[in-house]
């Protein structure tokens, strides 16, 4: 592991932790009636964890089986929470 992978893997979860908080306040003022929100939306966010974290995990559990290295399971483990945090940024600016 290169200090570019580190700086590039550190780019990637700090793009997670500031996507994650602006899904956070769209849902939170949607549910305070502050924003418009889709009707289901609270049973959506929770609903949606549950698969997320197993996706998560089955991926991380096959690049370790694979015997990847440190950062390509910490990668395999963060695509499916980025991907879907970032899928619920873009659709829920659109509202």
């Known amino acids: 592991m ?3 992978d580190l ?3 550190n780019m990637r979860l700090a793009t997670l932790m500031v996507e ?3 899904v956070m306040n769209l849902r939170l003022l949607g549910m305070a009636g502050a924003l418009p929100a889709r009707r289901g939306e609270t049973r ?3 609903d949606e964890k549950a698969s997320v974290a197993a996706q998560s995990y089955m ?3 096959t690049a370790m089986m694979a015997g990847k290295p ?5 990668e395999a483990a963060l695509k499916p929470v980025s ?3 970032s899928a619920n940024r873009k659709r829920l600016s659109k509202l």
Not at 70 to 74: F, G, R
């Open 70 to 74: 440190p950062l390509a399971i910490y």
């Open 59 to 61: 991926a991380a559990s």
């Open 2 to 4: 290169t200090p570019s």
């Open 20 to 22: 994650t908080g602006t």
């Open 83 to 85: 991907s879907k945090v």
């Open 44 to 46: 959506r966010m929770v």
């Open 7 to 9: 700086i590039a893997m």
